[in-house]
């Protein structure tokens, strides 16, 4: 994809290839374009051509690309009746094992690991010593704010709400006005990484694995390879939870067992 017969698109994936640590060929061209026409509309920049210059050029634009093409849509219990599910998942798992491996990939800004820790710690039925959890993104700002543990209610988004699943709230998250932070005993049940998907491959098998609405930006042509990726992540009997509009594909559903298909909830057999 280069030289005379590179559309002006192609040349802005190919600098996205060359210089940011991101994997355009694997995402669907739809997604990959609005992220890009979003940023060039930001940076004020009327074509390709000479958005493709100033990412060759500007390291800042090279990193809030970066942040802009990162999967970054979450909540604390995003889709609550998915938790419902987990939650009879991490109640069997505990009863019966002295370490629960828990992977959420990618995740974001945290939220994600962060509810599957409170869950552990709010259920008298799941005994959250015994679980650990494991939060991996792309994307460096957004593990850098999920240590941190700070989320702030703003117009479009009601931390409070958010936390209404959990039994009491204020056990788990600190508020000082809008904002609340993570207490310590929930952090300490999550860790946080940096871990590429497509790039990095398997992580050592995980007894619940949740990639949750990445699959549905990812090109036909590439589900394939990102789930093997997950399988290989997943113990032998290991539970992977997907987004609510997603699925195992068919020629892999001998596999999986649904716990819960409604919610996306499956098991490997």
Known sequence: MSGESETPFEGVLRQINDTVPFEPGYYNESYLDRRITARMRR?????HTEYERLLREDDGEREAL??????????FFRNPEMWDALR???????????????WSAPSAD????YSVAMLACDDPEIDESRVEVLGSDISEEALDSAREGVYHTTRTT????????????????ERDEDAFRVRSEVQRLVDFEAHDLIRDGARDPFDVVLCRNLLIYIDVDHKGALFDTLEASLADDGVLVLGMTESVPPDRSDRYEPIDKRRRVFRRV
């Open 66 to 75: 970066m942040d802009a093409l990162t999967i970054n849509v979450t909540e």
């Open 110 to 113: 945290g939220r994600e690991p």
């Open 88 to 102: 009879g998942v991490l109640r069997e798992r505990t009863s019966e094992q002295r370490r629960v491996r828990v």
């Open 43 to 47: 940076r004020d920049t009327e074509s």
């Open 158 to 173: 009601d931390i409070a709400e958010e936390l209404e699943p959990l039994s009491d709230p204020d056990r788990y998250v």
